[in-house]
Protein backbone atom coordinates (compact mmCIF):
# COMPACT_ATOMS: atom_id res chain seq x y z
CA UNK A 1 0.00 0.00 0.00
CA UNK A 2 2.75 2.53 0.53
CA UNK A 3 5.47 2.85 -1.93
CA UNK A 4 9.00 3.83 -1.08
CA UNK A 5 9.21 6.21 -4.42
CA UNK A 6 8.65 9.84 -4.56
CA UNK A 7 6.66 11.25 -7.00
CA UNK A 8 6.66 14.91 -6.83
CA UNK A 9 3.48 15.85 -9.34
CA UNK A 10 1.45 13.63 -7.49
CA UNK A 11 1.35 15.91 -4.82
CA UNK A 12 1.27 19.30 -6.61
CA UNK A 13 -1.13 18.25 -9.38
CA UNK A 14 -4.32 20.71 -8.86
CA UNK A 15 -8.07 19.80 -8.33
CA UNK A 16 -8.50 16.77 -10.98
CA UNK A 17 -12.08 17.59 -11.16
CA UNK A 18 -13.52 20.15 -13.64
CA UNK A 19 -14.52 23.81 -12.16
CA UNK A 20 -18.21 22.80 -11.78
CA UNK A 21 -17.34 19.59 -10.08
CA UNK A 22 -15.36 21.86 -7.68
CA UNK A 23 -18.43 23.38 -7.34
CA UNK A 24 -20.62 20.70 -6.48
CA UNK A 25 -17.82 19.53 -3.85
CA UNK A 26 -17.31 22.69 -2.06
CA UNK A 27 -21.27 22.53 -1.23
CA UNK A 28 -21.03 18.83 -0.13
CA UNK A 29 -18.97 20.18 2.13
CA UNK A 30 -21.05 22.72 3.47
CA UNK A 31 -23.97 21.02 4.07
CA UNK A 32 -21.63 18.17 5.62
CA UNK A 33 -20.52 20.71 8.33
CA UNK A 34 -23.79 22.32 8.74
CA UNK A 35 -25.82 18.92 9.38
CA UNK A 36 -23.20 15.79 9.39
CA UNK A 37 -22.87 13.15 7.84
CA UNK A 38 -26.12 11.18 8.67
CA UNK A 39 -28.35 14.04 7.84
CA UNK A 40 -27.00 14.64 4.37
CA UNK A 41 -28.68 13.56 0.92
CA UNK A 42 -27.24 14.03 -2.64
CA UNK A 43 -30.44 15.87 -3.24
CA UNK A 44 -29.83 18.67 -1.03
CA UNK A 45 -26.85 18.91 -2.53
CA UNK A 46 -27.87 18.69 -6.35
CA UNK A 47 -30.76 21.36 -4.86
CA UNK A 48 -28.48 23.72 -3.55
CA UNK A 49 -26.29 23.72 -5.89
CA UNK A 50 -28.82 23.81 -8.72
CA UNK A 51 -27.81 20.31 -10.72
CA UNK A 52 -29.65 17.77 -11.33
CA UNK A 53 -29.85 14.53 -9.32
CA UNK A 54 -28.56 12.65 -12.20
CA UNK A 55 -25.39 14.76 -12.53
CA UNK A 56 -24.38 14.02 -8.90
CA UNK A 57 -24.94 9.91 -9.19
CA UNK A 58 -22.64 10.25 -13.08
CA UNK A 59 -20.13 11.23 -11.03
CA UNK A 60 -20.08 10.01 -7.36
CA UNK A 61 -22.02 7.01 -7.46
CA UNK A 62 -23.12 6.65 -4.02
CA UNK A 63 -23.45 9.52 -1.35
CA UNK A 64 -20.44 7.71 0.43
CA UNK A 65 -17.92 8.23 -2.78
CA UNK A 66 -19.33 11.74 -2.60
CA UNK A 67 -17.96 12.36 0.68
CA UNK A 68 -15.00 11.11 -0.22
CA UNK A 69 -14.52 13.44 -3.26
CA UNK A 70 -15.66 16.34 -0.97
CA UNK A 71 -13.40 15.77 2.02
CA UNK A 72 -9.89 15.09 -0.31
CA UNK A 73 -11.06 18.79 -2.15
CA UNK A 74 -11.25 19.97 1.14
CA UNK A 75 -8.44 18.78 2.38
CA UNK A 76 -5.97 19.21 -1.01
CA UNK A 77 -3.70 21.96 0.59
CA UNK A 78 -2.25 19.84 2.62
CA UNK A 79 -1.23 17.11 -0.45
CA UNK A 80 1.92 20.13 -0.94
CA UNK A 81 4.86 19.39 1.19
CA UNK A 82 5.35 22.68 3.13
CA UNK A 83 9.10 23.77 2.07
CA UNK A 84 10.05 25.58 5.36
CA UNK A 85 13.57 25.42 4.68
CA UNK A 86 14.06 23.32 8.04
CA UNK A 87 12.97 19.78 8.96
CA UNK A 88 11.21 20.90 11.92
CA UNK A 89 9.32 24.13 9.93
CA UNK A 90 8.23 21.42 7.87
CA UNK A 91 7.13 19.12 10.22
CA UNK A 92 5.28 21.99 12.52
CA UNK A 93 3.55 23.16 9.30
CA UNK A 94 2.44 19.48 8.32
CA UNK A 95 1.29 19.24 12.34
CA UNK A 96 -0.75 22.57 12.17
CA UNK A 97 -2.26 21.70 8.99
CA UNK A 98 -3.28 17.66 10.00
CA UNK A 99 -4.58 20.03 13.27
CA UNK A 100 -6.74 22.11 10.96
CA UNK A 101 -7.83 19.37 9.38
CA UNK A 102 -9.32 17.33 12.28
CA UNK A 103 -11.07 20.65 13.42
CA UNK A 104 -13.33 21.52 10.75
CA UNK A 105 -13.51 17.74 9.49
CA UNK A 106 -14.09 15.12 12.44
CA UNK A 107 -17.62 14.36 12.45
CA UNK A 108 -16.90 13.47 8.10
CA UNK A 109 -14.10 11.82 9.11
CA UNK A 110 -15.81 9.39 11.67
CA UNK A 111 -18.38 8.97 9.32
CA UNK A 112 -16.35 7.99 6.51
CA UNK A 113 -14.66 5.43 8.54
CA UNK A 114 -17.22 4.37 9.71
CA UNK A 115 -18.54 3.92 5.49
CA UNK A 116 -15.10 2.17 5.01
CA UNK A 117 -15.88 -0.60 7.68
CA UNK A 118 -18.64 -1.43 4.74
CA UNK A 119 -17.26 -1.01 1.55
CA UNK A 120 -13.66 -2.34 0.16
CA UNK A 121 -14.14 0.25 -2.72
CA UNK A 122 -14.41 3.04 -0.42
CA UNK A 123 -11.71 1.71 1.44
CA UNK A 124 -8.99 1.48 -1.50
CA UNK A 125 -9.96 5.13 -2.53
CA UNK A 126 -9.72 6.46 0.65
CA UNK A 127 -6.05 4.78 0.67
CA UNK A 128 -5.29 5.43 -2.50
CA UNK A 129 -6.10 9.11 -2.83
CA UNK A 130 -5.19 10.26 0.72
CA UNK A 131 -3.56 8.36 2.54
CA UNK A 132 -0.75 7.54 -0.69
CA UNK A 133 -0.38 11.27 -1.00
CA UNK A 134 0.32 12.09 2.69
CA UNK A 135 2.87 9.57 2.50
CA UNK A 136 4.29 11.41 -0.24
CA UNK A 137 4.30 14.56 1.17
CA UNK A 138 6.70 13.17 4.26
CA UNK A 139 8.79 11.24 2.54
CA UNK A 140 9.49 14.42 0.45
CA UNK A 141 10.12 16.11 3.58
CA UNK A 142 12.36 13.91 4.92
CA UNK A 143 14.30 13.50 1.77
CA UNK A 144 14.99 17.00 1.61
CA UNK A 145 16.36 16.64 5.54
CA UNK A 146 18.51 13.95 4.22
CA UNK A 147 19.80 15.99 1.36
CA UNK A 148 20.89 18.87 3.56
CA UNK A 149 21.93 16.69 6.33
CA UNK A 150 20.18 17.55 8.79
CA UNK A 151 19.18 13.87 9.58
CA UNK A 152 20.93 10.21 8.38
CA UNK A 153 18.68 8.36 5.98
CA UNK A 154 18.87 5.38 8.01
CA UNK A 155 16.75 6.89 10.51
CA UNK A 156 13.50 7.13 8.43
CA UNK A 157 11.70 3.64 9.11
CA UNK A 158 8.85 3.16 6.32
CA UNK A 159 7.24 1.58 8.62
CA UNK A 160 6.15 3.88 10.65
CA UNK A 161 6.48 7.16 8.52
CA UNK A 162 3.11 8.52 9.73
CA UNK A 163 3.56 9.27 13.63
CA UNK A 164 3.39 12.34 12.89
CA UNK A 165 -0.23 12.53 11.27
CA UNK A 166 -1.61 9.60 12.87
CA UNK A 167 -1.10 10.36 16.07
CA UNK A 168 -2.43 14.05 15.58
CA UNK A 169 -5.30 12.28 13.62
CA UNK A 170 -6.05 9.76 16.66
CA UNK A 171 -6.40 13.06 18.77
CA UNK A 172 -8.86 14.38 17.17
CA UNK A 173 -10.61 11.68 15.87
CA UNK A 174 -10.65 9.18 18.92
CA UNK A 175 -9.49 10.47 22.25
CA UNK A 176 -11.79 13.50 21.72
CA UNK A 177 -9.01 15.64 23.19
CA UNK A 178 -8.69 17.90 19.59
CA UNK A 179 -4.34 18.34 19.63
CA UNK A 180 -3.42 21.91 19.92
CA UNK A 181 -0.30 24.29 19.20
CA UNK A 182 1.42 22.74 22.06
CA UNK A 183 0.74 19.30 21.09
CA UNK A 184 1.96 19.64 17.77
CA UNK A 185 5.14 21.40 19.23
CA UNK A 186 5.58 18.65 21.69
CA UNK A 187 5.40 16.08 19.47
CA UNK A 188 7.77 17.66 16.99
CA UNK A 189 10.49 18.81 19.16
CA UNK A 190 9.80 15.84 22.37
CA UNK A 191 9.82 12.53 19.84
CA UNK A 192 9.92 13.18 16.38
CA UNK A 193 13.17 14.77 16.13
CA UNK A 194 14.67 12.94 18.63
CA UNK A 195 14.06 10.04 17.03
CA UNK A 196 15.31 11.24 13.65
CA UNK A 197 18.51 12.34 15.28
CA UNK A 198 19.17 9.20 17.53
CA UNK A 199 22.62 8.04 17.75
CA UNK A 200 22.31 5.07 15.32
CA UNK A 201 25.70 3.12 16.43
CA UNK A 202 24.42 2.03 19.92
CA UNK A 203 21.73 0.15 19.99
CA UNK B 1 -10.11 15.12 30.97
CA UNK B 2 -6.50 13.75 31.60
CA UNK B 3 -5.44 13.51 35.47
CA UNK B 4 -2.06 13.38 36.29
CA UNK B 5 -2.21 11.66 39.50
CA UNK B 6 -1.96 7.56 39.24
CA UNK B 7 -4.53 5.32 40.86
CA UNK B 8 -3.38 1.74 41.06
CA UNK B 9 -7.25 0.87 42.60
CA UNK B 10 -8.51 1.46 38.97
CA UNK B 11 -6.73 -0.38 37.38
CA UNK B 12 -6.65 -3.24 39.33
CA UNK B 13 -10.79 -3.98 39.85
CA UNK B 14 -12.23 -6.75 37.96
CA UNK B 15 -15.54 -6.69 36.17
CA UNK B 16 -17.84 -3.36 38.19
CA UNK B 17 -20.56 -5.76 36.87
CA UNK B 18 -22.80 -8.65 38.45
CA UNK B 19 -21.75 -12.47 36.69
CA UNK B 20 -25.32 -11.84 34.61
CA UNK B 21 -24.31 -8.70 33.40
CA UNK B 22 -20.90 -9.89 31.86
CA UNK B 23 -22.41 -12.40 30.32
CA UNK B 24 -24.93 -10.47 28.89
CA UNK B 25 -22.04 -8.08 27.77
CA UNK B 26 -19.77 -11.03 26.22
CA UNK B 27 -22.92 -12.14 24.10
CA UNK B 28 -23.41 -8.63 22.84
CA UNK B 29 -19.58 -8.90 21.91
CA UNK B 30 -20.19 -12.15 20.08
CA UNK B 31 -22.67 -10.60 17.76
CA UNK B 32 -20.55 -7.68 17.05
CA UNK B 33 -17.71 -9.12 15.58
CA UNK B 34 -20.72 -11.90 13.60
CA UNK B 35 -22.94 -9.35 12.32
CA UNK B 36 -21.08 -5.79 13.04
CA UNK B 37 -22.43 -2.74 14.63
CA UNK B 38 -25.39 -1.70 12.15
CA UNK B 39 -27.28 -5.43 12.39
CA UNK B 40 -26.96 -5.93 15.80
CA UNK B 41 -30.05 -5.22 18.11
CA UNK B 42 -30.38 -5.04 21.83
CA UNK B 43 -33.40 -7.70 20.82
CA UNK B 44 -31.01 -10.01 19.03
CA UNK B 45 -28.89 -10.33 22.20
CA UNK B 46 -31.65 -10.65 24.77
CA UNK B 47 -33.03 -13.58 22.79
CA UNK B 48 -29.50 -15.26 22.24
CA UNK B 49 -29.05 -14.49 26.09
CA UNK B 50 -32.54 -15.92 27.20
CA UNK B 51 -33.11 -12.33 29.06
CA UNK B 52 -36.12 -9.93 28.56
CA UNK B 53 -35.73 -6.51 26.78
CA UNK B 54 -36.52 -5.13 29.74
CA UNK B 55 -33.78 -6.44 31.57
CA UNK B 56 -31.29 -5.28 28.71
CA UNK B 57 -32.62 -2.00 28.53
CA UNK B 58 -33.08 -1.34 32.57
CA UNK B 59 -29.23 -1.11 32.68
CA UNK B 60 -28.09 -0.27 29.02
CA UNK B 61 -30.62 2.36 27.96
CA UNK B 62 -29.69 2.43 24.11
CA UNK B 63 -27.69 0.13 21.85
CA UNK B 64 -24.83 2.76 22.10
CA UNK B 65 -24.68 2.06 25.61
CA UNK B 66 -24.59 -1.82 25.51
CA UNK B 67 -21.93 -1.47 22.75
CA UNK B 68 -19.68 0.73 24.79
CA UNK B 69 -20.12 -1.22 27.95
CA UNK B 70 -19.41 -4.35 25.94
CA UNK B 71 -16.13 -3.19 24.33
CA UNK B 72 -14.95 -2.06 27.50
CA UNK B 73 -15.40 -5.13 28.96
CA UNK B 74 -13.47 -7.11 25.98
CA UNK B 75 -10.31 -4.35 26.38
CA UNK B 76 -10.17 -4.92 29.96
CA UNK B 77 -7.61 -7.16 30.58
CA UNK B 78 -5.35 -4.58 28.60
CA UNK B 79 -6.55 -2.09 31.81
CA UNK B 80 -3.72 -3.67 33.90
CA UNK B 81 0.05 -2.60 34.19
CA UNK B 82 1.84 -5.52 32.23
CA UNK B 83 5.31 -4.97 34.76
CA UNK B 84 7.94 -6.51 32.83
CA UNK B 85 10.50 -5.56 34.83
CA UNK B 86 12.07 -3.37 31.86
CA UNK B 87 10.51 -0.05 29.73
CA UNK B 88 11.17 -1.60 26.75
CA UNK B 89 9.16 -4.69 27.75
CA UNK B 90 6.34 -3.08 29.27
CA UNK B 91 6.07 -0.70 26.62
CA UNK B 92 6.18 -3.44 23.58
CA UNK B 93 3.58 -5.27 26.15
CA UNK B 94 1.20 -2.56 25.96
CA UNK B 95 1.80 -2.10 21.97
CA UNK B 96 0.97 -6.18 21.74
CA UNK B 97 -2.51 -5.44 23.77
CA UNK B 98 -3.46 -2.53 21.68
CA UNK B 99 -2.70 -4.07 18.53
CA UNK B 100 -4.28 -7.47 19.52
CA UNK B 101 -7.56 -5.75 20.34
CA UNK B 102 -7.43 -3.39 16.99
CA UNK B 103 -7.81 -6.43 15.24
CA UNK B 104 -10.72 -7.61 17.14
CA UNK B 105 -12.50 -4.86 17.69
CA UNK B 106 -11.78 -2.68 14.23
CA UNK B 107 -15.28 -2.53 12.82
CA UNK B 108 -16.93 -1.85 16.93
CA UNK B 109 -14.65 1.06 17.49
CA UNK B 110 -15.70 2.90 14.26
CA UNK B 111 -18.93 2.44 14.96
CA UNK B 112 -18.63 3.71 18.81
CA UNK B 113 -17.09 6.54 17.36
CA UNK B 114 -19.42 7.38 14.83
CA UNK B 115 -21.76 7.48 17.35
CA UNK B 116 -19.99 9.37 19.91
CA UNK B 117 -20.37 12.14 17.28
CA UNK B 118 -24.03 11.92 17.97
CA UNK B 119 -23.92 11.59 21.61
CA UNK B 120 -22.50 14.03 24.16
CA UNK B 121 -23.27 11.08 27.17
CA UNK B 122 -21.43 8.13 24.88
CA UNK B 123 -18.41 10.87 24.47
CA UNK B 124 -17.67 11.03 27.94
CA UNK B 125 -18.31 7.75 28.93
CA UNK B 126 -15.35 6.39 26.48
CA UNK B 127 -13.31 9.06 27.75
CA UNK B 128 -14.27 8.11 31.32
CA UNK B 129 -14.42 4.61 31.07
CA UNK B 130 -11.98 3.50 28.36
CA UNK B 131 -9.45 6.54 27.49
CA UNK B 132 -8.89 7.67 31.41
CA UNK B 133 -7.75 3.53 32.44
CA UNK B 134 -5.09 3.33 29.75
CA UNK B 135 -4.17 6.84 30.33
CA UNK B 136 -3.27 5.33 34.58
CA UNK B 137 -1.90 2.49 32.76
CA UNK B 138 0.93 4.54 30.86
CA UNK B 139 1.24 6.74 33.53
CA UNK B 140 2.54 3.74 36.00
CA UNK B 141 4.35 2.44 33.45
CA UNK B 142 6.26 5.41 32.89
CA UNK B 143 6.55 6.15 36.66
CA UNK B 144 7.97 2.56 37.26
CA UNK B 145 10.64 3.31 34.68
CA UNK B 146 11.73 6.44 36.47
CA UNK B 147 12.32 4.62 39.70
CA UNK B 148 14.23 2.12 38.54
CA UNK B 149 16.31 4.98 37.15
CA UNK B 150 15.39 4.12 33.06
CA UNK B 151 14.26 7.47 32.18
CA UNK B 152 14.75 11.07 33.93
CA UNK B 153 10.90 11.75 35.33
CA UNK B 154 11.39 15.31 32.77
CA UNK B 155 11.43 13.13 29.89
CA UNK B 156 7.31 12.72 30.34
CA UNK B 157 5.28 14.74 28.62
CA UNK B 158 1.78 14.32 29.63
CA UNK B 159 0.23 16.49 26.80
CA UNK B 160 1.78 13.36 24.52
CA UNK B 161 1.35 10.22 26.87
CA UNK B 162 -0.61 8.62 24.59
CA UNK B 163 1.48 8.65 21.11
CA UNK B 164 1.85 4.81 21.65
CA UNK B 165 -1.70 3.43 21.84
CA UNK B 166 -3.00 6.33 19.53
CA UNK B 167 -0.50 6.00 16.66
CA UNK B 168 -1.32 2.12 16.81
CA UNK B 169 -5.02 2.63 17.08
CA UNK B 170 -4.41 5.07 14.36
CA UNK B 171 -3.38 2.39 11.80
CA UNK B 172 -5.74 -0.32 12.66
CA UNK B 173 -8.90 2.09 12.58
CA UNK B 174 -8.06 4.74 9.73
CA UNK B 175 -5.16 4.23 7.76
CA UNK B 176 -6.30 0.65 7.55
CA UNK B 177 -2.90 -0.80 7.70
CA UNK B 178 -2.88 -2.56 10.55
CA UNK B 179 0.24 -2.98 13.15
CA UNK B 180 2.45 -5.45 12.74
CA UNK B 181 4.48 -6.91 15.77
CA UNK B 182 7.29 -4.97 14.13
CA UNK B 183 5.12 -2.00 13.71
CA UNK B 184 5.85 -2.00 17.70
CA UNK B 185 8.76 -2.63 17.80
CA UNK B 186 10.17 0.02 15.70
CA UNK B 187 7.71 2.30 17.52
CA UNK B 188 9.53 1.55 20.94
CA UNK B 189 12.66 1.37 20.16
CA UNK B 190 13.49 3.97 17.16
CA UNK B 191 10.46 6.48 18.85
CA UNK B 192 9.53 6.26 21.92
CA UNK B 193 12.59 5.15 23.58
CA UNK B 194 14.95 7.84 21.77
CA UNK B 195 12.47 9.91 23.08
CA UNK B 196 12.32 9.29 26.67
CA UNK B 197 16.29 8.72 26.88
CA UNK B 198 16.85 11.72 25.23
CA UNK B 199 19.68 14.37 25.93
CA UNK B 200 17.80 17.00 28.07
CA UNK B 201 20.53 19.29 28.61
CA UNK B 202 20.81 20.40 24.83
CA UNK B 203 18.03 21.76 23.40
Sequence with gaps: MVSNSTDASATTSGCPWSARECELLAVTLKLLQQHGYERLTVEAVATEAKASKSTMYRRWPSKADLVLAA???????????????SLRGDLLA????????????????????????????LSAAMQEKFVYHRTVVIQEVLGEAVARGEIRAEAINPEIWDVLPGYLVFRSLVADRPPTEETVRALVDEVLLPSLTRDMTSG
Design 94 to 121: IGAAVRAQGREHTGTMRAVLNEMSRSEA
Design 71 to 85: FIEGTRESAVPPRTG
